[in-house]
């Protein structure tokens, strides 16, 4: 009993992947070769095949290469199904020796006139020929496989093979030709019993529905297939159906769901080592966290499914991981990289989808029918043939009959003495064939030794690039982390410095009229008493200025500024920055002038745009000199995206791209009439503690952070800030956000 079992479970790793089919005689030699030769001794421990554990699989794919070497090259349909078992075992993870191997058991298949394991060599060759992009030669072999799959009375062999044609369709775009081979497939598989083919057809029609747009409907038959899935422990259909759900959240703008959805299929692809699932989820999740603002987890996401997709050959996903790249930087604004990926992307659809592969697929569905014709019209004139041979032959039958029976008297008097020769000559052939047998036998082993060693050291090639390029990204990430820390320590001393000595100032001045008033006050004239007690309180403002702009700063570089942007209309706001600084203006008899737009609406943190406004009217007032005047204004433009004085990327476009890129925006502008700024000081004019070479023309102190902090909250709120200015002729400061369309 125990040795049955042993053969049962040996039967689970080697039949191919969800073929549960009834048992044919095909299927009964490799368990019993493999039980009788001990092959796999360290996976006969219970668990099933579609939850191994990578490590499992990777001893499974060893011990085929093994017992494949190990056997004599006259045990020809070992050969063949083991062949075809390691065709199967690297569907998912290497094309190319998934390819390798059914080129081989088809060759063998071809020799040995076995038709059901041609079937099954055809059919992992057009898997192979699949995921490389090769769409009109899959078809082509799948219709090869299929009469062959008919023939044996293979249902699973058949319901996977108008499965894969219904995928070559889907690739198409042909959603409804796809639908008829998916309903067809799930027909088949039903009759045969075989569960997780069921799942897998509930998933393949959920994902056409998807990509025809009929959200609904594909989440519908996507669930059908998770349940099922997890109901039979398959983790290749919870990984196909978690990721067709995620896909389908991802199109409805559902981003939560569809991130839990991908993540449970990406944790299950890596398990299982689901290479082209792993790189769908990766770049999948790119999408998701582009649309949830985080773009440098996006672009990483992105990068990484790419890289697997390629080293994998899997032509569809190199192609989609192109198509994330034009969404993630699309969504961040960069529309440079979006056009360049874009144009990448078409151009390899176009190569996978060319004229030439379209045209002959339809040539194949041509041949099909017109084969399915000719077959028709040939049985009916067999039909006819027939019936006029059964008349003829009745009629000639006695003659025949008597001088059969006279031939074949004398053939087996012939017949006897060829047998005897036959046997002689047949007797000198096997020992020649022998002796030959045996030096192939000798060849056969040492060339097996050479492919393993061969293999060994790939991995191993492998294993050592992969190790240098994560050693490589380690000290690259460390040099930027110590370059970051060298900034910080040199901004640290800075610091110290330039608070040092801006505090120091106005606490001596509070400390020396401090003295004053305790060792004079009772002398002094009420007038004088007055003037000190005001520079005090000045000295205390220019503190309290310096102590509060160094406070944002820290908050905004810490990331601790709660920003909570809504759409608002910023004319009113602006207005009552104005406002709040006429009577500060007529002390130095500045004019302001205000002018705006109606409906001037934009998406921002009103708080934060306060404290902006109140800056840089601050500033104008600062730095105008008396009997000028300051202009604030509110307008609306259209201006090219990303387009600020240093975009090289959208300055490098065309003129009709630039007309495809435009965008309304909101400006405020506050212009002065003061000293402007020299070169040198634009250059330096939004750092930190910024020492510019024009002055206040009132007495008034500057901390040299205002500027900082406004360029800090402007772009904390997507927008942009920027500066005009040439010496002896004012500065105009200029924030821009993009307009909400009301």
């Known amino acids: 009993m125990q040795k049955v079992l042993l053969t049962l479970r040996l039967t689970i790793i080697i039949v191919p992947r969800q073929k549960i089919i009834p048992m044919q005689p095909r299927w009964l030699i490799m368990p019993l070769f493999i039980a009788f030769g001990g092959l796999f001794p360290l996976i006969l421990q219970g668990e099933s095949r579609a939850d191994a554990s990578f490590h499992q699989k990777r001893r499974t794919l060893d011990s085929l290469r093994g017992f494949l070497m190990s056997l004599p090259q006259q045990q020809e349909t070992k050969r063949l199904l083991t062949l075809n078992a390691l065709a199967e075992a690297y569907q998912y993870t290497s094309t190319d020796s998934s390819l390798l191997y059914a080129s081989q058991a088809l060759a063998l298949s071809k020799k040995l006139g076995a038709s059901p394991e041609r079937a099954w060599a055809l059919y992992y060759m057009a898997y192979a020929r699949y995921n490389q992009g090769k769409y009109d030669i899959t078809l082509e072999t799948l219709l090869e496989a299929l009469p062959l799959f008919e023939q044996a009375e293979d249902k699973g062999g058949v319901a996977h093979t108008l499965n894969d044609i219904g995928n070559i369709y889907k690739r198409q775009g042909q959603f409804d030709k796809a639908l008829e081979y998916y309903r067809r497939g799930l ?222 008297i004398s053939r087996y008097a012939i017949k006897r003495k060829a047998a005897r020769d036959y046997a002689a000559l047949n007797n000198n052939l096997a020992m020649a064939n022998g002796q030959l047998g045996s030096a192939n036998a000798q060849l056969a082993d040492a060339n097996a030794e050479i492919s393993r060693q061969l293999e060994i050291q790939a991995d191993q090639a492998r294993e050592i690039e992969i190790a240098n390029v994560t050693l490589q990204e380690l000290n690259l990430r460390l040099e930027r982390q110590n370059a970051d820390l060298i900034a910080l320590n040199t901004e640290k001393n800075e610091f110290l410095g330039i608070a040092a000595h801006d505090l120091k100032n106005p606490l001596n001045g509070i400390r020396g009229l401090a003295e004053l008033l305790l060792n004079y006050g009772r002398d002094l004239p009420p007038e004088e008493h007055r003037k000190i007690l005001e520079s005090v309180i000045n000295s205390s403002e220019r503190m309290f200025e310096l102590i509060k702009n160094l406070l944002d700063i820290n908050t905004l570089e810490e990331g601790g500024l709660k920003l909570s942007p809504v759409a608002f209309d910023v004319t009113p706001l602006a207005a009552s920055a104005v406002d709040s600084y006429s009577i500060r203006a007529q002390d130095k008899n500045i004019s302001l002038h205000f002018s705006a737009m109606d409906n001037a609406m934009i998406r921002a943190d009103e708080q934060a745009m306060a404290q902006i406004l109140d800056n840089l009217i601050s500033n104008a007032v600062k730095y105008s000199p008396h009997q000028k005047d300051i202009y604030v204004s509110v307008s609306k433009h259209q201006v090219p995206i990303n387009l600020d004085n240093h975009n090289a990327e959208v300055q490098s476009l065309s003129a009709e791209e630039h007309n495809t890129l435009m965008i309304n925006t909101i400006r405020i502008a506050v212009r002065d009439e003061g000293p402007g700024l020299s070169k040198q000081d634009m250059q330096k004019l939004f750092g930190k503690f910024a020492r510019l070479s024009a002055q206040p023309t009132g007495g008034e102190h500057s901390t040299g952070l205002g500027l900082s902090i406004v360029k800090r909250m402007v772009e904390a709120m997507n927008g942009k800030v920027w500066c005009e200015s040439e010496q002896g002729n004012g500065a105009t400061f200029i924030v821009e956000f993009a307009a909400v369309e009301s």
Do not use: P
């Open 187 to 408: 027909t088949t598989f039903q009759a045969a019993n075989d569960n997780e083919g069921i799942v897998l057809e509930l998933c393949n029609i959920g994902a056409t529905y998807r990509l025809a747009g009929k959200l609904e409907e594909a989440l519908n038959f996507s669930a059908q297939g998770w349940g099922l899935a997890d109901s039979l422990g398959y983790n290749y259909g919870r990984t196909f159906a978690g990721a067709n759900i995620g896909l389908s959240y991802l199109q409805k703008g559902e981003y939560r769901q569809a991130e839990e959805y991908c993540r449970k299929a990406l944790e299950i692809a890596i398990s299982e080592r689901n290479e082209k699932y792993v790189s769908q989820m990766n770049y999948t999740l790119g999408v998701i966290a582009a649309h949830q603002r985080r773009f440098t987890q996006a672009l990483e996401y992105a990068a990484r499914g790419r890289a697997i997709a390629e080293q994998g050959k899997f032509a569809e996903r190199i192609k989609e991981s192109y198509k994330a790249f034009v969404d993630i930087y699309t969504l961040q604004g960069n529309y440079k990289e979006a056009l360049r990926y874009q144009q990448q992307f078409s151009a390899y659809h176009d190569s996978l989808f060319s004229a030439e592969v379209r045209g002959n697929i339809t040539d194949l569905q041509t041949k099909i029918a017109t084969e399915k014709k000719d077959k028709e019209i040939l049985l009916l004139q067999k039909d006819r043939d027939f019936a006029t041979l059964l008349r003829n032959s009745l009629l000639g039958g006695l003659f025949l009959t008597v001088m059969l029976l006279g031939l074949a």
